[in-house]
């Protein structure tokens, strides 16, 4: 099997209000966001061509996006191969959500922790 988690790939958190949270941000941290968040690029350390990000985002305290988990965070981790990651996972008895999602963006699939917290694994596009 290849690599399980390669890095982070985002840290998503709820607050009552996106437009003065990023402001804050801004202002005192100096993080740059658009409505959705920021992205933090970088370089893979084995592949100095090969660019990648990590995703920063304030979501609405409402949202259910980090459903089922009442916590008011999500991690989002970097995987290389997350189908077979998510099956190796069913196997060990982790409880994995049964929706996947691909996109333009890559592919998305949700584990919940022993304690109930949402993970979000993606695996970026090639």
Known sequence: MKKRVTG?????????????IRKWYAKHLGIQSELWGAV???RHADNPDKEGYTA??????????????AKEFMIN?????????????????VTVMDETEESEFGKFGWIL??????IELWEPPN
């Open 8 to 20: 982070i790939g985002g840290i998503f958190f709820k607050t009552a209000n996106q437009t003065e």
């Open 40 to 42: 933090f690029p970088w």
């Open 56 to 69: 920063w985002s304030p979501f609405k305290p409402d949202t259910n996006y980090f459903e089922p988990s």
């Open 77 to 93: 981790y970097r995987v290389e191969n997350l189908t077979e990651l998510l099956a190796t996972l069913r196997e060990e008895g």
């Open 113 to 118: 922790d022993p304690e109930g917290n949402k």
